[in-house]
């Protein structure tokens, strides 16, 4: 019985000293690399950082952080921030975001509120802590700027690395009832015809990138895409919708190329809500309206259009109309 006893006593020792250790490794480990990149001209500001849930948990609470990347000129910062994992599977992290939010970029400085929001994290076991999956989950988003409120019931996103693919992701993401400012609904459907948010947003797509995604993504730059798998990308917003399909291929230079099948329903509504977003010069619409009505009686019934997107050479190409200049693919 005393040998038993023994080996109890022993065992718990030995797992309170693996969680001291490790606890107090993953502290070290954190505000070192907070160091690093205030050394790099970030800023960086928190006022405690603490690991707690001994015996089973490393819970790591940073209270009042505030990080600015002075590359991009974005700026976030929160009451607290919280990353939550088992000792025996430290490389699985749940992250937990407070209520309220603060986000600055260039464009302004905007309040970022939710009933609740969480990611999930799954790392490797390498010291990058290379992806292998990570779940993104906003419960009642709302982004409060200059230009009003953007809501949404929810919003998820999903990223997880491809088997047997190399540097390549599988990636979804899907937005519910999604509402834009009311400024800009107002402009985009003066005759209030159109529902007052998106039912639906989706993006269903294989991304292969130029490097993994790891800290570097962080701490140099982003990873960028390099070959587009688009399975689906969705909008509905009452009698309107839009669907494509396709593949594309990205240079260095973050020009694509390749094709997209664009499926559009009542898309004369779709033109003119784009005319009143800007996406389309208002001088250029008649033309592009008459063009698309040929395209539209070639492939079925008129209030409907199913035609290629062609992009090439940092072009633009729906059917046999030329629409100029093709935005770039470059993470910032």
């Not at 002075?70 to 990353?83: D, K, N």
């Not at 990223?159 to 009832?177: C, F, H, K, N, W």
């Given at each position: 019985m005393k040998w038993l006893l023994g080996i109890c006593a022993a065992a718990a020792l030995g797992w309170f000293a693996y969680w001291f250790v490790g606890a107090s490794a993953l502290e070290r480990s954190l505000t070192a690399w907070f160091e690093d990149r205030r050394a790099e001209g970030w800023q960086v500001e928190w006022t405690e950082?603490?690991?707690?849930?001994?015996?089973?948990?490393?819970?790591?609470?940073?209270?009042?952080?505030?990080?600015?990347?002075?590359?991009?000129?974005?700026?976030?910062?929160?009451?607290?921030?919280?990353?939550?994992a088992l000792s025996y599977q430290p490389n699985k992290v749940i992250a937990v975001f407070p209520n309220t939010q603060t986000i600055s970029t260039p464009l302004g400085r905007s309040q970022l509120d939710s009933s609740k929001m969480q990611a999930s994290l799954h790392l490797g076991a390498s010291a990058r802590l290379p992806l292998q999956s990570a779940i993104f989950v906003a419960d009642a988003p709302e982004l409060s700027s200059g230009i009003g409120r953007t809501r949404a019931q929810t919003l998820r996103l999903a990223?997880?690395?491809?088997?047997?693919?190399?540097?390549?992701?599988?990636?979804?993401?899907?937005?519910?009832?999604f509402a834009l400012p009311v400024a800009i609904k107002r402009r985009l459907d003066p005759g209030e015809l159109l529902p007052a948010a998106l039912e639906t947003l989706r993006l269903d797509?294989?991304?292969?990138?130029?490097?993994?995604?790891?800290?570097?993504?962080?701490?140099?730059?982003?990873?960028?895409?390099?070959?587009?798998?688009?399975n689906e990308a969705r909008a509905a917003w009452g009698p309107l919708g839009l669907r494509a399909v396709g593949a594309l291929e990205i240079d260095d230079r973050g020009r694509a190329s390749g094709e997209l099948t664009i499926k559009a329903s009542n898309w004369r509504d779709i033109l003119q809500v784009a005319e009143r977003s800007g996406l389309v010069p208002s001088a250029f619409l008649p033309l592009l309206e008459r063009g698309l009505e040929a395209l539209a009686?070639?492939?079925?019934p008129e209030t409907s259009l199913d035609i290629p997107l062609t992009l090439r050479d940092g072009q633009m190409r729906l059917g046999f109309l030329s629409l100029g200049q093709a935005p770039r693919f470059v993470l910032r």
């Open positions: 950082l603490e690991v707690r849930g001994f015996p089973n948990r490393f819970d790591t609470v940073l209270t009042e952080p505030a990080l600015a990347d002075p590359g991009t000129g974005i700026a976030w910062e929160a009451p607290f921030f919280q990353l939550l990223m997880r690395a491809t088997e047997g693919a190399p540097q390549t992701y599988d990636i979804g993401v899907e937005v519910l009832s797509a294989v991304v292969r990138f130029d490097r993994d995604w790891d800290l570097d993504a962080i701490e140099t730059r982003r990873p960028q895409p390099r070959e587009i798998t688009l009686g070639l492939s079925g």
